[in-house]
């Protein structure tokens, strides 16, 4: 297992105390089916520095306190942030920079989608396709709009 260091430590506690404010200030636009969680423009980061998924995971996970999901958005919600994050890691191995925003477009897509779906009271196949297409089509533009450009 490797070890952090202790500047990557402080590296990734500010990652994660930025996505926590970033989210927070922007309450309500943060969550829900149309959400411009701002702070996801950062799940590029693990391209250029990998320890900014440990970051990024934490953050998220206690940005997702304030849902008002709950429990499942703390689950759901934080592993399509950390699998996010990992995929575009792998992006990075292979040098395949423009790809490297579309990893949590596409875990966020589908695992909010699923946990939008299990909440409300509408549990089809079509709600759940019209959840993770709002949040996939969201998740496109903060990481590609503001993430690619970071």
């Not at 297992?1 to 994660?16: E, H, P, T």
């Not at 925003?101 to 299990?118: D, F, Y």
């Amino acid at each position: 297992m490797k070890r952090f260091s202790v500047k990557q430590i402080a590296f990734c506690g500010l990652i994660g105390a930025m996505y926590v404010v970033f989210t927070w200030v922007l309450g309500d636009f943060g969550y829900g089916p149309i959400q411009f969680r701002i702070a996801e423009c950062m799940t590029v980061l693990p391209f250029c520095f990998p320890v900014a998924t440990a970051g990024l995971t934490v953050g998220c996970f206690l940005a997702n306190l304030m849902s008002t999901v709950g429990p499942l958005d703390l689950i759901l919600g934080t592993t399509a942030t950390l699998l996010g994050a990992v995929g575009t890691q792998l992006c990075r191995k292979k040098n395949l920079w423009w790809l490297a925003p579309l990893p949590p477009v596409i875990t966020n897509a589908l695992l909010i989608g699923i946990m939008l779906t299990l909440y409300s009271e509408t549990k089809t196949l079509s709600y759940f396709c019209t959840m993770a297409a709002q949040v996939g089509l969201s998740e496109l533009v903060c990481c590609y709009g503001l993430g690619l450009p970071l």
